[in-house]
């Protein structure tokens, strides 16, 4: 089991940055993949970006592709997410998420699939105000 814990949200003016930090526990070698997912009350869960542990090639959502960038610690136990140029829209609680993700050209054909990651945070709040 891997335990994850988010941190690093708050609120931020329309166009600012802000970075979430997901701090990883316990047996994280199962894991071959880490996601960031958001999701606001009654709305159905978006996918944001996924990192591969191993090379640490990224994968991103189009709504977020070029604002948003997910990096690793070089021990792997930490996932970042920096988000810059945000907009009332990415308000949401986000939730990092580790999993075992298929090979590369699998997600680049059907996009980040939640179903990849079977375990997840408690999540970590976003506003931005306009």
């Known amino acids: 089991v891997v335990q994850l814990v988010e941190s690093g949200g708050g609120s931020v003016q329309t166009g600012g940055s802000l970075t979430l930090s997901c701090a990883a526990s316990?047996?994280?070698?199962?894991?071959?993949?880490m996601g960031w997912f958001r999701q606001a009350p009654g709305k159905e869960r978006e996918r944001v970006g996924m990192?591969?542990?191993?090379?640490?090639?990224?994968y991103y959502a189009d709504s977020v592709k070029g604002r948003f960038t997910i990096s690793q610690d070089g021990d792997k136990k930490t996932v970042y997410l920096k988000m810059s140029r945000l907009a009332p829209d990415d308000s949401d609680i986000y939730y990092c998420?580790?999993?075992?993700?298929?090979?590369?050209?699998?997600?680049?054909?059907?996009?980040?699939?939640?179903?990849?990651?079977?375990?997840w945070g408690q999540g970590t709040p976003v506003t931005v105000s306009s």
């Open positions: 316990g047996d994280i070698s199962r894991a071959n993949c």
């Open positions: 990192i591969y542990n191993r090379g640490g090639a990224t």
């Open positions: 998420a580790a999993g075992f993700c298929p090979v590369p050209r699998v997600v680049a054909v059907s996009g980040i699939r939640a179903s990849w990651f079977d375990s």
